[in-house]
């Protein structure tokens, strides 16, 4: 069985650093390969609680979107784990270059524990197992390099916008995605580059995925209360739009 678990959804520092919501990021079990997205604060012991139950020993990977620490600071521990601590060498890191080179976030004694480092580039193509995945484009985050994910499975086509500003191409990068996995921290606009609710309807109604999860909510998400508003825009847009939640297992058979 498919599935992906969404070990957290919180989305900016409030609600990540006072832990309103989980930050664990986002475990995909696509075809049998096991990968980890984004471990942010608390991931491993998400991963080992009861609920759970994710063996971090099964990874084939771990991907990092960008180094900011609601994404990154469990990435180091994550490392550890699923290669027993170093006593197995295995499995592949990705990250952007600034996380590896300019002010890494990957402790250098780990880098020999793993068969590879390896730096996300815009529209890039890699692997891990016999899962492939793209950077379809360069997202605009501050001053960190950013990029989301576009997975090919044998079966589906999955996007994960990770943070960004809602910019020109961003819609066309993730066309044809069977599930759109979309981070909103924000409901209406703000200075700030991260997806507000409005942007992300935009999105979905340009892209028409068979199925969006909303996720990564701020405070004034939260106080929206996205749970309501995901069957909202289900009806209105006439596209299967779920909120996530936390520890929510998604079995990739409901996407239709």
């Known amino acids: 069985m498919d599935y992906i678990v969404f070990l957290g959804t919180a989305g900016a520092r409030v609600v990540v650093f006072k832990q309103i919501r989980a930050s664990g990021g986002l475990w995909f079990s696509l075809d049998g390969t096991e990968i980890m997205v984004d471990p942010g604060p608390g991931s491993l012991v998400k991963c080992l609680s009861k609920k759970e139950k994710l063996d971090p020993t099964k990874l084939s990977g771990i991907i990092l979107t960008h180094r900011h ?25 990705f990250a952007p270059e600034d996380a590896i080179e300019n002010d890494p ?18 529209k890039g193509t890699y692997s891990i197992g016999d899962i492939s995945f793209t950077t379809p484009i360069k997202h605009i985050h501050g001053k960190v ?33 069977d599930l759109l996995i979309i981070n909103v921290v924000r409901y209406a606009p703000s200075e700030y580059d991260h997806l507000c609710l409005d942007e992300a309807k935009e999105l979905i109604k340009g892209i028409e995925p068979k199925m969006t999860v909303l996720t990564h909510f701020g405070m004034t998400m939260i106080r929206a209360r996205p749970w309501e508003i995901a069957p909202k825009l289900t009806e209105e847009l006439g596209l299967k739009v779920l909120c996530a939640r936390d520890g929510m297992k998604l ?3 409901e996407i239709s």
Do not use: C, P, W
């Not at 994404?71 to 060498?89: C, P, Q, R, Y």
């Not at 250098?108 to 815009?122: A, F």
């Not at 997975?151 to 960004?164: L, W």
């Open 69 to 93: 620490l609601d994404h990154s600071a469990d990435l180091n521990v994550m490392i550890e784990a699923m290669t027993n601590g170093g006593f197995k060498k295995k499995g592949v890191v």
């Open 145 to 177: 390099e950013t990029y989301g994910l576009k997975f090919k499975t044998s079966k589906y086509t999955i996007s994960y916008i990770t943070d960004t500003k809602f910019f020109e191409g961003l819609k066309e990068a993730y066309e044809e995605s």
């Open 251 to 253: 079995d990739l058979q």
């Open 105 to 122: 976030v990957i402790l250098k004694y780990l880098r020999g524990y793993v068969d590879g480092v390896n730096v996300l580039k815009e």
